[in-house]
T-cell receptor, first 114, second 113 residues
Framework: AQSVAQPEDQVNVAEGNPLTVKCTYS??????LFWYVQYPNRGLQFLLK????DNLVKGSYGFEAEFNKSQTSFHLKKPSALVSDSALYFC????????????WGAGTKLIIKP | DAGVTQSPTHLIKTRGQQVTLRCSPI?????VSWYQQVLGQGPQFIFQ???????GRGNFPDRFSARQFPNYSSELNVNALLLGDSALYLC????????????FGPGTRLTVL
């Protein structure tokens, strides 16, 4: 079965520092991976996806993610954090065995301190 | 272009009642998916509809049902509400049912008392 794990419930970063939000996956075939962000009282917003190709994927709001097949990881990164990046971040993988539904991690709360 | 819209925003029901949640997808999107998000957890897949047909169902009881209309809008129905049904219900639309990214609405917050 496909699964996604986000090992950190919360990540704290000082404004201006680089940030990393971790995600590992387990799939039976090729992974199709996504990152979404959720701000308080708002729906989920798409950040980026990995389907195939370059291991470094660039997305919205200056975020990027690095796909590492050998480590089965898809970590979200940003070179310089902003206070406005504080939100809940979700990693998800497409379940290719079950009508392409998204299987989600539990989420990581990112707190950027001024 | 308008994004995915959901109604109502908030809803309070009592145990045993029935509820209908509504979703309008982005114009041109033919696929609608429903998710349940309990506080502190990631979304759980409930249904996917594409071209008005059910294309996927998550591990939810038969009390949960849905449909998609000719204009691609969708309704999620939950019968015989339980306290555990209290959650944020998210609707997402996409162009197709494959690898396209999904665009989410703001959600309907359902509270069951």
């Amino acid at each position: 079965a496909q699964s996604v794990a986000q090992p950190e419930d919360q990540v704290n970063v000082a404004e201006g520092n680089p940030l990393t939000v971790k995600c590992t996956y387990s799939v039976s075939g090729n992974p199709y991976l996504f990152w979404y962000v959720q701000y308080p009282n708002r729906g989920l917003q798409f950040l980026l996806k990995y389907i195939t190709g370059d291991n470094l994927v660039k997305g919205s709001y200056g975020f990027e993610a690095e796909f590492n097949k050998s480590q089965t990881s898809f970590h979200l990164k940003k070179p310089s954090a902003l206070v406005s990046d504080s939100a809940l971040y979700f990693c998800a993988v497409r379940d290719m065995d079950s009508n392409y539904q998204l299987i989600w991690g539990a989420g990581t709360k990112l707190i950027i301190k001024p | 272009d308008a994004g995915v819209t959901q109604s109502p925003t908030h809803l309070i029901k009592t145990r045993g009642q029935q509820v209908t949640l509504r979703c309008s997808p982005i114009s041109g999107h033919k696929s609608v998916s429903w998710y349940q998000q309990v506080l502190g957890q990631g979304p759980q897949f409930i249904f996917q509809y594409y071209e008005k047909e059910e294309r996927g169902r998550g591990n939810f009881p038969d009390r949960f049902s849905a449909r998609q209309f000719p204009n691609y809008s969708s309704e999620l129905n939950v019968n015989a509400l339980l306290l555990g049904d209290s959650a944020l219900y998210l609707c997402a639309s996409s162009k197709g049912q494959g690898l396209n990214e999904q665009f989410f609405g703001p959600g309907t917050r359902l509270t069951v008392l």
